[in-house]
C-alpha cells in the first residue's frame, strides 16, 4: 500500500456552458520518503492534482488515501488539522501575508503548531540562512524580489518538517545558484528526514533529482 494512494481521481469546473475536464481518472501510489516530479504542459493538471493530493481542493469524484486515511471522509475541522500537522505547501505565487515581515510569514506556521518560541527562533534562523535569506528577515514581503519572496515561501513550508511537501514550481523564480542551493536542502531533508516531495516543474535539474517522474498530458497521467 502506498503512503499516498489516488485511486480514479476526476476533477470536472464548470466554464460557462462547458464543463473543463482538469484530470480525468489518475490513478498512482507515492510511497513514504518518495521524491516525485511532476511534468506537463501549461494546463495539463500538474496544479490541480497538488492542490487535491494537499487537500487544497476536492475531487470531483475518486478516491484518496493518506497513510491509510480516506481524506474525503474528513470533516472541515479534522482535514484541516490534518493538512497543518502533516503537509507543507510552496505556491508558485508566494501566498505570503503582505503586512508581515518575512520572519513573521516563516514563524506563523510554527505558531499554529505551538511550538516554543526559542525553537522557532532557532529553526528560522538556520533555514534562513540555508535558503539565503537571513538578511532580509525584518524585510515585508513588498521589499522584496520575486526570488526572495519565493525563498520566503520555501522556508516557510520546510520550517514545521513536514511529512509531505508539495510544490508547484518552486524553482521557477529562483537564479540557478539559489534554485541548486534549495534543492540540495530539499534532497538533505528528503535523505535525513524521509520527508516525500512531489514537484511540478519543468527545471531539468529537479527532474534529474527526482526518484520518479510522472508526466501529465490533457489531465491523463501518461507516464509514472
Known amino acids: 500500500m502506498g503512503f499516498i494512494m489516488v485511486r480514479d481521481l ?3 469546473y464548470p466554464l460557462g456552458r462547458t464543463t473543463v475536464h482538469a484530470l480525468r481518472g489518475v490513478s498512482l501510489d507515492i510511497g513514504r ?3 516525485l516530479c511532476v511534468i506537463g504542459p501549461s494546463g495539463a493538471g500538474k496544479s490541480t492534482l497538488l ?4 487537500l487544497l481542493d476536492e475531487p470531483t469524484s475518486g478516491e484518496l488515501l493518506f497513510d491509510g486515511v480516506r481524506v474525503g471522509a474528513l470533516d472541515g475541522k479534522r482535514r484541516h488539522r490534518f493538512r497543518r500537522d502533516r503537509i507543507a505547501f510552496i505556491f508558485q505565487s508566494f501566498n505570503l501575508v503582505p503586512v508581515l515581515s518575512a520572519y513573521e510569514n516563516i514563524e ?13 527562533r532557532r529553526r528560522i534562523e538556520e533555514l534562513s540562512e540555508e535558503v539565503g535569506i537571513r538578511a532580509y528577515l525584518r524585510h515585508r514581503p513588498d521589499e522584496l524580489s520575486g526570488g526572495q519572496r ?10 514545521t518538517r ?8 518552486p524553482t521557477a523564480n529562483l537564479d540557478s545558484k539559489t534554485g541548486a542551493a534549495v534543492l ?3 534532497e ?12 511540478a516543474s519543468h527545471d531539468e535539474q529537479v527532474m534529474r533529482e527526482a526518484d520518479r517522474i510522472l508526466r501529465i498530458v490533457d489531465g491523463v497521467v501518461h507516464s509514472a
Open 184 to 186: 540540495h536542502l530539499m
Open 33 to 35: 520518503g518518495d521524491s
Open 162 to 169: 513536514p511529512e509531505v511537501v508539495f510544490a508547484d514550481e
Open 150 to 159: 519565493q525563498r520566503v515561501a520555501i522556508a516557510r513550508a520546510l520550517v
Open 10 to 12: 476526476v476533477k470536472e
Open 188 to 199: 538533505r531533508l528528503h535523505r535525513e528526514q524521509s520527508t516525500t516531495f512531489v514537484i
Open 108 to 120: 506563523f506556521s510554527l505558531i499554529v503548531r505551538r511550538v516554543r518560541a526559542a525553537e522557532r
Open 51 to 54: 492542490n487535491i493530493l494537499g
